[in-house]
DNA sequence: CAATAATGACACATGAATGTCGCAAAATAA
DNA sequence: TTATTTTGCGACATTCATGTGTCATTATTG
């Protein structure tokens, strides 16, 4: 594949995730002007619409590793661990939308069981043998209510409430609904970057 | 409006309720085979989808009003209240998946400001005031945040999860996010109904 | 039972989104 | 500059949801 046609793809899935993120029964044309793109030629990127969902999911999944990466999950408590990826996430900002949508083009539940043993859901099974993670919440709840809360983060920021009350929240929220013993205090959003 | 009319346009609200909750973008046909009614008879009762959608949107409200009054918001302290009131949502079931998604066609944010002044928003603040409810926690976040525990609690029971145990982990979570003091202890499901 | 209302089964028109093609213009690479 | 690639434009066929209307049949009501 040419640099030129790489970059065009590129553009057009940038434009995909951005517009879907808003209203997942998006348009190819709307997709595609987002993008400065025709439509024709984002039919010759991606054959049908399919092709382009599966697309945007990869890259997401490239996006959400990445962050999960710069969490360090495996250092700290799990709680802290938690706090670090909740607060990646958060600044990926549109991608969120994606994950959350009825339709979801993206569906992260298909990517935490993989080649690394060491996702979100390791992290709580290991916050809950410390007994840093409440043990009476089943790990399915906590996985679920950390991505729903997410969602409530995301949400704000689309009302408008600063990224950074909004980081703080999420943090203090987080930490308290998933707390075990004392950690339920202070929430200052984690051990920093 | 006679009663067998008024009798099918009931059956076809309930079957537009079911239907969408799990797919908002059902169609017309979807839904009036969910009603065991013909096309041409939901048209005969509902000019056009908008159409639909209100008399969706209007039921949905009757019916979370019900839950609000059920839960009687003003008794007891207001973490109780918000309790018992995310119960009662809950018991609600599949009405839940409308709230959520993404083109939303049923929208509680244009109900609670309005007749009587005792809703979530009105509960919540209550409780900030006497130090029930965490004040550290922007009244937004919490109300947006009721409703997304809500949503994890409704994506669980989809998933499987036993009624029971939903509702004591949306109850424990609950309490433990949004309490101030010493409140997230011991979380039996509120004073029962 | 008889009159009225409601329904189901079609047929039809319309608009929107999708996917495909061919050709000319423009950008890129050598 | 020249050759190749990529793109834009417009036309077209197709599919699907929607909305409208008709007419025979069924159910409801009085």
């Excluded at 057009?12 to 993008?35: H, M, P, Q």
């Excluded at 991608?95 to 043993?117: C, I, K, S, Y």
Aim: aromatic share 6%; hydrophobic share 40%.
């Amino acid at each position: 594949m040419s640099p030129a046609a790489r970059r065009t793809r590129k553009l057009i899935v940038d434009a995909g995730i951005a517009v879907l993120a808003e209203r997942t029964s998006a348009t190819l044309a709307e997709i595609a002007d987002a993008a400065d793109v025709s439509r024709s030629t984002l039919h010759r990127h991606f054959t049908d619409r399919n092709d382009l969902l599966a697309a945007i999911d990869a890259e997401c999944r490239v996006r959400f590793d990445r962050a999960a990466s710069a969490a360090r999950l495996g250092e700290g408590g799990a709680l802290d661990a938690m706090d670090r990826l909740a607060q990646e996430y958060l600044g990926m900002g549109l991608v969120l939308g994606l994950v959350f949508a009825d339709n979801a083009p993206v569906d992260p539940d298909g990517w935490d069981r993989g080649d690394e043993g060491d996702g979100l859901t390791a992290t709580i099974a290991s916050g809950q043998r410390d007994g840093d993670v409440d043990p009476e919440l089943s790990a399915e709840w906590v996985e679920t209510t950390f991505w729903t809360l997410l969602f409530s983060a995301w949400l704000s920021l689309q009302g408008g409430t600063s990224r950074r009350d909004v980081a703080f929240q999420l943090s203090r929220t987080l930490r308290k609904a998933f707390g075990h013993s004392a950690s339920g205090g202070e929430a200052g959003p984690g051990a920093g970057k």
